[in-house]
């Protein structure tokens, strides 16, 4: 079945480029600044690899879902009699050729399939025999049509407002569980009568999956991560467009113009109002701003997502020519470390945040109308990712000798210039110092009202009908307060990145990967069984990896926890 508004191969890249391509890029400067550029550098590439594993892993569970759905439907088709007995035996007697002939190639030790095709190609032009696949193909399509939701625009850059976790028709019931567990069809011929098993036409978002592969338990499990995630997510926003906006508004400037500003300093000359306490007023309005729309649904916000990339773009492109100018004029003689490794767990969770688009990957990859080379595309796209993170990092480790957890916080206009006219490059470094507040400002209610709809299926019982109170306000309240709570709290940017990133951002990028493919092979082998081929089957399907990224994650948290309570303490 054609999914609605594909577009090509290459436009799916540069979607999932620009999704992966986020605020974690802001404070990867600082985070090599921190560890080291060489240790910075061998922990990116080995996290950027595992990053690619995953989201191949992701590619793989979201064909194995195609696959279960289509097989109940061809499962339900066949008991409505709507696939004919002819085309199902036919079928069968076809497979069991093909088993004839996989069995004759074990034995000569031959890895070519061939014939296993070439039973079905025979089958499927004899004559008389196509009206019946075709009539089984178009009953397979108009069920699929009718169970199948519309697609909405694609959101370029935080498609976590697709709904994760809503209830699809196509989620099965508490009967399909019970049914009996063999396979219907065993076989490739059912390929080329009505349709392909693990074509990836539908939708599927990761929390309609962990419906389909987890139990009961893991889903809830499941859930809980992705809100933490979120609120992880929301207290970022705030944080960073806090943090610009007070450093724009505050006019204080120390006796020595070139010193580092601190929270307690005052904000304005003359004034008891600190720095921190003008940011905390700047969070409480920006979120009564942005608040009041959580309360509503957006949808279409195809536009502003366009518009948004475009800013970004702009900014991140200014900011490293600038970093490369302060390089060649020689001004400035920076070096930074070769390696802190006390300080490695922080750039783990902010390397995790920047390389995160697992949960987004079925609303982008899905629409892409030939996914032959699928997997060359995300490789290529995570490498140019992974030397796009390096030259940011590296362009602003040189350039400046302080680096701030947010990067553009150092171009904001000098202080040594104050109350000089404004000049092209006083407006360009206000842009750059406001470039956070334009693209965080338009995420943030997508992202609250995904939170908010996450905490709904999470508490809220399906069979049960709420009052107003509930359902309208408690929620978007309960979504908001918390990550509200956590940004007037503290305005280090990088601290929270590395916080969300390390611990929900490497269960959502690690192990729910690691698990979900596993358990989407078994689902697929015991249902479909080894007749049909997956052709999105990952490069790295060998046990050894699951364990690997897992021992790792498990690893990474440990460091992680050990390394916030050190510095706490």
Request: a negative charge; proline letters at 5%.
């Amino acid at each position: 079945m054609p999914h609605e508004n594909q577009y090509s191969a290459w436009m799916g890249s540069v979607y999932v480029f620009n999704l992966i391509v986020g605020t974690g890029a802001l404070t990867l400067p600082g985070a090599f600044a921190s560890a080291g550029w060489l240790l910075s550098s061998a922990g990116i590439i080995i996290l950027a690899l595992f990053s690619y594993i995953t989201a191949g892993w992701i590619v793989e569970a979201m064909a194995c879902a195609n696959a279960i759905n289509h097989w109940r439907r061809v499962k339900q088709l066949k008991k409505r009699g709507h696939v004919p007995d002819e085309l199902v035996n036919r079928t069968l007697e076809n497979a069991a050729e093909g088993s004839r002939n996989a069995a004759l190639l074990a034995g000569t030790g031959s890895d070519e399939p061939a014939n296993v095709h070439s039973a079905a190609a025979k089958s499927s032009s004899a004559g008389g025999d196509t009206s019946d696949a075709s009539d089984a193909a178009s009953s397979l399509a108009a069920a699929a049509a009718n169970e199948t939701d519309d697609s909405d625009d694609i959101n370029v850059e935080t498609t976590e407002a697709s709904e994760m976790i809503t209830t699809s028709s196509d989620s099965p019931s508490s009967e399909d569980h019970e049914e009996e567990e063999t396979p219907l069809i065993h076989g490739v011929v059912i390929e080329r009568t009505v349709g392909q098993y693990y074509a990836i036409q539908e939708r599927v978002e990761m929390g309609e999956m962990a419906k389909l592969f987890y139990s009961k338990w893991w889903v809830q499990v499941f859930c809980v991560v992705l809100c933490i995630y979120l609120y992880g997510d929301l207290a970022i926003y705030e944080a960073a467009v806090a943090k610009s906006v007070r450093d724009m508004v505050c006019t204080y400037v120390p006796t020595n113009c070139s010193q580092a500003l601190h929270d307690s300093d005052p904000c304005f000359p003359d004034s008891d109002y600190s720095r921190f306490n003008v940011y905390r007023i700047c969070v409480c309005c920006f979120v009564g701003v942005m608040g009041p729309f959580v309360f509503l649904n957006l949808t279409k916000t195809k536009y502003m997502q366009i518009v948004t990339s475009i800013i970004r773009w702009i900014a991140m492109i200014v900011m490293i020519v600038w970093a490369v100018a302060v390089i060649v004029k020689g001004n400035t003689h920076v070096s930074p470390a070769v390696a802190r490794w006390q300080n490695l767990p922080d750039l783990f969770g902010v390397c995790v945040y920047s390389f995160m688009c697992h949960h987004s990957l079925p609303s982008l990859v899905t629409p892409i109308a030939v996914k032959t080379h699928l997997y060359k595309l995300l490789a290529a796209d995570y490498i140019l990712i992974l030397l796009f993170y390096l030259l940011l990092a590296f362009t602003g480790i040189f350039a400046f000798p302080n680096i701030e957890d947010l990067y553009t916080i150092n171009f904001q206009p000098d202080p040594c210039k104050h109350g000089q006219p404004v000049s092209f490059v006083y407006i360009v470094r206000v842009f750059l110092l406001m470039f956070p507040v334009f693209t965080l400002s338009t995420n943030f209610p997508i992202i609250a009202i995904t939170l908010r709809n996450n905490l709904k299926g999470l508490m809220l019982r399906e069979t049960r009908r709420y009052g107003f109170f509930t359902t309208r306000l408690s929620f978007p309240l309960l979504a908001t307060i918390p990550p509200t709570v956590v940004a007037l709290i503290t305005c280090n940017v990088e601290l929270l990145v590395g916080i969300t990133g390390a611990f929900a951002g490497s269960i959502i990028q690690y192990v729910i990967p690691a698990t979900m493919v596993h358990s989407a092979r078994v689902e697929t082998l015991q249902k479909i069984g080894l007749g049909v081929r997956n052709p999105f089957v990952s490069p790295f399907q060998s046990a050894f990896w699951r364990y690997l990224i897992c021992v790792w994650a498990l690893l990474c948290w440990v460091f992680v926890a050990v390394y916030l309570i050190r510095t706490e303490s």
